[in-house]
Nanobody, 117 residues
Framework: QVQLVESGGGLVQPGGSLRLSCAGSGFTFSNVGMMWYRQAPGKERELVASISSLSRSTNYADSVKGRFTISRDNAKNTVYLQMNSLKPEDTAVYYC??????????WGQGTQVTVSS
């Protein structure tokens, strides 16, 4: 079955950095785009970044452009989100997601990122 497992979240001070990882299994990782979403308390889930199957295309939410970088390693079935210059408003649960196996959407369990001094 499809599994997406995020890791790398934690507590970081404003201005700091974190790198999130998401390992996928149960589908052909190199055939699908991957996305990172986040959801802050009391807010709707929002798309943070996306990357095409062969890394030819990336897209970012305006709020993270220039600070976050999405990348992937298809040999390791893993997608990453490098987050720099973190702000308190980046505090959220971060989820990776994909659409695979006939167009079904899959989600990881999420990893908490807290930006606070």
């Amino acid at each position: 079955q499809v599994q997406l497992v995020e890791s790398g979240g934690g507590l970081v001070q404003p201005g700091g950095s974190l790198r999130l990882s998401c390992a996928g299994s149960g589908f052909t990782f190199s055939n699908v785009g991957m996305m990172w979403y986040r959801q802050a308390p009391g807010k709707e889930r929002e798309l943070v970044a996306s990357i095409s199957s062969l890394s030819r295309s990336t897209n970012y939410a305006d709020s993270v452009k220039g600070r976050f970088t999405i990348s992937r390693d298809n040999a390791k079935n893993t997608v990453y989100l490098q987050m720099n210059s973190l702000k308190p408003e980046d505090t959220a649960v971060y989820y990776c997601s994909t659409r695979a196996n006939g167009g079904k959407d899959y989600w990881g369990q999420g990893t908490q990122v807290t930006v606070s001094s």
